[in-house]
């Protein structure tokens, strides 16, 4: 066959690809920014492009795993149902008063259950202190301990929880962990994993991947959560991995990373149990006794109805995606005097950049907190590339130079908190598995302001006359990666 014909034929299949990949990214209708940048992908990335949308451009979560899914959903009415009319008989003692009606209204409308009275709460900053409190919980443990992050590496201090759940387990304590197979792939391939499993301890591995689950399931989804239940009553969330700071990622070159957990005492531990069983059958088919068990109130909010109102917010793909997405927009929107923001990977979409911007031109005093350095280059730059138009309409921009700033905190006003394990980028909000508290306490929100505060101090204020100075290198390499945000 002539040269030219084979040219042809391979320009029209090439271009019979460009033209179905595109109708099937344009009909999937998601966000612009999202759908142009996969298009523009498929034109510069002839043949590889058409891979990694196979790869990485679909919400696939596999045929076993929707049908599990699918099967979950009374079990969860039911819980959810019952748990909502336990809540509701107590509401006249224990209800919510915010100024931020607009995200309560939000957050009662669309989540299964309402706002989860008389929370006891506790912020934990420094890694003594978080592993400390970790451990002493799980040495206090009398039926049950639920364990699900999203890194679990055990070196250094973290063999000693790593000890402390065998003894748990040895003294009769039922102990579940489940973990994400990329981020703890080491820790589900070690020796641990099977010492774990020998001492009784069910281990989990969640969203694995494979060669063959390529072909059937998005290999990038991924959970992110990080949960810790002990007996039902108490819970600890936020954004540390089960790691040692002086031992993880040090050749990133970006310092210890710098952390911050809430420990809570009340009804959001069983919730946040439940997410994990929950996630736990998605994986296995092995549906829990939580799921349909009676759920009686805790003595501590029988006793007394003080304490936080708070809601728990689960994200993830299987869940209404946009919800997390609309909270967040709330929450800027409704902002009145201040806004603080602390997130180690910031890649907007175009309505929180937008919405960032509105808020500070309005008058409302908006400081994003980013860490100086960060573990992925692409999103180094992606990053800087929104920070002049950021600068210009008055948000305050501070570099944090401790070590890779971590935490991940959204607060408004110093009175309501986005807290949890979700970043400001688009994987985070509309891709992985996550779970925020939305906290609605004046009390613990100034205990918030005061860590966010100690971040400052240690941060470096980014001028915009200083910022349009940096070189040409730079700014092309931010404007090509910001093409790609949406994917990032």
């Known amino acids: 066959m002539d040269s030219s014909w084979l040219s042809a034929l391979f320009g029209g299949v090439y271009l019979a690809l460009i033209i179905a990949f595109g109708i099937h990214i344009i009909m999937q209708r998601r966000p612009v920014g999202v759908t142009l940048a996969w298009i523009l992908l498929l034109f510069i990335l002839p043949v590889a492009g058409f891979f990694f949308y196979l790869l990485f451009g679909s919400r696939r979560l596999g045929r076993r795993r929707l049908r599990r899914l699918e099967s979950l959903y009374p079990d969860h009415e039911q819980w959810s149902g019952h748990l909502s009319r336990v809540i509701v008989r107590r509401q006249g003692e224990c209800s919510s008063n915010t100024p931020h009606t607009g995200v309560y209204k939000l ?23 978080i592993l400390h409190g970790l451990l ?120 210890q990373w710098v952390d911050a957990m ?9 919730v946040m149990g439940v997410i994990a069983h929950w996630d736990k059958a998605l994986e296995t088919g092995e549906k829990h006794s939580s799921f349909n068990a009676t759920y009686e109130f805790p003595p501590s909010c029988l006793d007394s109805y003080t304490g936080a109102d708070a809601h728990v917010l689960p994200s993830g793909p299987g869940i209404n995606r946009e919800r997390l997405h609309q909270v967040l927009l709330t929450a800027i929107y409704e902002s009145k005097e201040e806004l603080l923001i602390s997130t180690p ?49 008055g948000v305050k921009i501070l570099q944090f130079k401790g ?80 093409l790609l945000s949406p994917l990032l």
């Not at 809430?262 to 009804?267: A, L, Q």
């Not at 688009?426 to 306490?441: A, F, G, K, P």
């Not at 470096?460 to 910001?482: A, D, G, H, I, Y």
Request: charged fraction near 25%; aromatic fraction near 8%.
């Open 136 to 255: 002493q919980d799980i040495e206090k443990a009398r039926q049950s301990i639920v364990l699900e992050f999203y890194i679990c590496q055990p070196k250094g201090r973290i063999k000693v929880l790593a000890e402390a759940l065998i003894r748990a387990s040895q003294r009769g304590v039922d102990c579940m962990v489940i973990l994400d197979a990329v981020g703890s792939r080491r820790f589900l391939r070690s020796e641990w994993a099977r010492r774990f499993r020998r001492e009784g301890i069910s281990v989990t591995s969640s969203m694995p991947v494979g060669l063959l689950r390529m072909l059937f399931e998005r290999v990038d989804i991924r959970n992110h959560r990080k949960i810790l239940v002990i007996d039902d009553e108490i819970a600890w969330s936020g954004s540390f991995n089960l790691v040692d700071p002086v031992y993880f990622r040090q050749r990133a070159n970006v310092g």
């Open 345 to 393: 990977y910031f890649v907007p979409d175009e309505s929180l950049l937008v919405a960032l911007k509105s808020a500070a031109m309005r008058g409302v005093d908006v400081q994003l907190l980013l860490p100086h350095k960060n573990d992925s280059r692409m999103v180094h730059h992606a990053s800087r590339s929104y920070y002049e138009d950021l600068l210009k309409a």
């Open 403 to 482: 070590g890779l700033l971590h935490t991940k905190c959204v607060l408004v006003d110093r009175s309501t908190i986005l807290f949890g394990t979700v970043n400001l980028d688009m994987r985070s909000v509309w891709l992985n598995y996550e779970v925020t508290m939305i906290i609605y306490d004046r009390a613990f929100s100034q205990t918030m302001a005061t860590l966010l505060d100690q971040y400052m101090q240690s941060s470096e204020r980014v001028r915009l006359s200083v910022w349009n100075q940096r070189s040409v290198t730079k700014r092309f390499l931010e404007s090509l990666f910001q």
């Open 262 to 270: 809430v420990r809570v005492e009340g009804i959001p531990a069983h």
């Open 107 to 129: 957050a009662e409308q669309t989540l299964d259950i309402p706002v989860l009275p008389c929370s006891k709460l506790q912020l934990f900053h420094e890694t003594d202190t």
